[in-house]
């Protein structure tokens, strides 16, 4: 056994590697404001524990950084999923909940963390634990399985609704409605749009509404990264039966991110489907792409999501942004007492155009300096604060997925080769300046891109960056072969 030394000296260890891959994701200035105080306490099942010296500063981190810190962690610790983050006072954490206790509070958030407004965005809200009446069985798996971890803030009455979305919204309440009753409506709804246009808050909200008028309902919500590290590890314990029947024996399955899931996984999901409609238990589904863009998924299956309700989420019009900023600033304003002009709410609407997590990021971000500087927020604060994300409106946002179709379609290489684990010289070039491509052109951090690719690690991707820079400066034919490539990405 480990002496406690030890095991200290590797926790400090990891924080350290974690630390160095959030300042490369989020650089220096971010990381010096939000990360720099942060410590690392404990690691407890899948739970990270961290403190920070401040209230604001646990609020701010727990709203804003929850997923991008646990996926930092996952490098290590696979089985991370959910932060903590508590009141740090003379140096030393408030000492973790006994138990017992613990498990008597599990559906809110610690009592030292004054929680941001409902306006954190559904990507970056705290990952809480899950409500006790979602689905914990243990399948005879080892560890006790679990869903992915369900948001209490992400309901169907803090969504706000519009044009854009009021299809997606009726759907989601009517599919809660028939699970509340023992029925099923349309089986299965897939719903797709951009990132940050409120899939994953419709999909919290089910579970919610079903699990608060049915205690005794099986319901399971999983993002596609927890369903292969669920069955990526059953199949190493030997217990996949078990898993498989864990994920047959729900009465509700919401899987979130599905362009994420890739290899055998994407293929258990495909029978794991199957079987549901089978026996008429609702499926939902949710991801960035039509089903027949998911090219990591057997024909069979995309045809059978095809067939079901299939719900597109459109970008929101000025009216919803302003609904939504509104909203949001009313939340802020009942939490801190802080007034947001009229003109800010119509300045921030218009100006901040890319979708609803930049919307709940503007709110956030002017309640953070109006905390931190106690400046009044007005419309010049706005400008000021919100600079980045006015400048991005006039670029347009490119997906890995328009990537992988722009270069797999100029150098005539399948994209499920970009994907595979092929190392012929045909596909390894177009791979890695496919890779380079999405380093430059989007905000995905490296695992991201590397999951993106196949399920490669950070460090492969990095490599490829490195690699066709370095091609870029000893050839100048293929430093303006990628130049056009960013151009048609880019128009």
């Known amino acids: 056994m480990a002496s406690p030394d030890s095991s200290l000296e590797a926790q400090r260890e990891l924080w350290k590697r974690v630390r160095a891959r959030l300042k490369t994701a989020v650089g220096e200035d971010v990381f010096a404001s939000w990360f ?14 961290l403190s920070a010296p401040t209230r604001f500063l646990c609020s701010w981190v727990q709203s804003n950084y929850a997923d ?20 740090r006072v003379n140096g030393q954490a408030r000492p973790r909940l006994a138990p017992a206790a613990e498990a008597a509070s599990e559906t809110s958030a610690p009592t030292e963390i004054a929680a941001t407004p409902a306006a954190a965005s559904p990507a970056s809200s705290a990952m809480v634990q899950a409500t006790p009446r979602l689905v914990r069985d243990s399948a005879k798996a080892g560890d006790a399985l679990s869903g992915s971890a369900i ?10 609704a519009g044009s854009a979305n009021e299809m997606a919204f009726g759907v989601a309440k009517q599919i809660a409605s028939a699970a509340i009753n023992n029925a099923v409506t349309f089986n299965p709804v897939y ?17 919610h509404a079903v699990a608060e008028a049915d205690p005794t309902k099986n319901i399971v919500y999983l993002t596609a990264d927890h369903f292969m590290y669920h069955f990526i590890t059953a199949v190493q314990r030997q217990s996949a039966l078990g898993f ?56 069979r299956v995309r045809s059978r999501l095809s067939g079901g309700l ?16 509104q909203r949001r600033s009313e939340q802020a304003t009942a939490r801190f007492g802080m007034h947001f002009p009229p003109a800010v709410l119509d300045y921030v609407a218009r100006a901040v155009v890319s979708h609803g997590r930049d919307l709940d990021g503007a709110v ?35 997906r890995i997925e328009d990537i992988l179709k722009i270069v797999s379609r100029h150098y005539k290489v399948p994209r499920n080769e970009l994907l595979s684990a092929r190392r012929s010289r045909d596909v390894v070039r177009p791979r890695q300046i496919a ?34 820079e370095q091609m870029i400066k000893d050839d100048l034919e293929l430093g303006q072969e990628i130049e056009l490539l960013k151009r048609m990405l880019e128009e």
Request: aromatic share 4%; no cysteine; net charge neutral.
């Open 68 to 87: 991008r810190i646990v996926e930092a962690f996952r490098h290590d610790v696979p089985e991370a999923a959910r932060l903590q983050v508590t009141l």
């Open 191 to 207: 719903m797709h749009s951009t990132v940050g246009l409120g899939k994953s808050h419709l999909l919290n909200a089910i579970a």
């Open 36 to 49: 720099a105080r942060l410590e690392l306490e404990e690691l407890v099942d899948d739970m990270v524990h």
């Open 364 to 398: 956030n971000r002017l309640v953070a300096a109006n905390q931190l500087t106690g400046e009044l927020i007005t419309v010049p604060l706005a400008e000021k604060t919100l600079a980045d994300l006015i400048r991005a409106r006039d670029a347009k946002r490119v």
């Open 310 to 325: 299939v719900v597109p989420i459109s970008t929101f019009d000025i009216d919803l942004r302003r609904a939504i900023v």
């Open 435 to 468: 890779m380079y491509l999405a380093k430059a052109l989007t905000s995905r951090s490296l695992p991201e891109i590397g999951r993106r690719f196949g399920g490669r690690d950070h460090t492969t991707v990095l490599h490829s960056v490195r690699k066709v």
């Open 244 to 299: 498989k029947e864990w994920l047959r024996r729900v009465d509700l399955l919401l899987i979130d991110d599905m362009q994420f899931l890739q290899g055998k996984s994407a293929t258990e999901f495909g029978h794991t489907l199957g079987t549901l409609l089978t026996g008429a238990k609702q499926v939902v589904v949710a991801a960035d792409a039509p089903p027949r863009d998911l090219e990591m998924l057997d024909e």
């Open 151 to 160: 948001d209490p803030r992400m309901t169907f009455d803090s969504f706000v």
